[in-house]
């Protein structure tokens, strides 16, 4: 059974940091994973997206202060948010896909994990 698992979703003033994991059930070679956010009302939009291609890594990010790193042990992706804004609050999701040609697409991506909550607020 293939499934995606996200953590690190908290309350964090504006300003601060924070890492999100998506740690997966299969192996992260020869797949992509994907970011998407969804804030209440508005449609879900893609934050960033990583493809593993044999022992290379390729990152894209909808803007500078959105970072990601890997651990490829534990089949584990982390998005590292720095100098968070009121709007970046929402449910992010990480969802598995085969590349990243078209990242910014939801159904692009066919596996997706539960979801986890960041909000940020003073």
């Known amino acids: 059974q293939v499934q995606l698992v996200e953590s690190g979703g908290g309350l964090v003033p504006p300003g601060g940091s924070l890492t999100l994991s998506c740690t997966t059930s299969?192996?992260?070679?020869?797949?992509?994973i994907v970011w998407f956010r969804q804030a209440p009302g508005k449609e879900r939009e893609g934050v960033s997206c990583?493809?593993?291609?044999?022992?290379?890594m390729q990152y894209q990010h909808r803007a500078s202060r959105f970072s990601t790193s890997a651990d490829i042990a534990k089949n584990t992706v982390y998005l590292r948010i720095d100098n968070l804004k009121s709007e970046d609050t929402g449910a992010y999701f990480c969802?598995?896909?085969?590349?990243?040609?078209?990242?910014?697409?939801?159904?692009?991506?066919?596996?997706w994990g539960q979801g986890t909550q960041v909000t940020v607020s003073p």
């Open positions: 990583v493809s593993f291609l044999g022992s290379k």
């Open positions: 299969f192996t992260l070679n020869w797949r992509a």
């Open positions: 969802g598995a896909g085969h590349d990243c040609g078209n990242w910014k697409t939801r159904n692009s991506f066919t596996i």
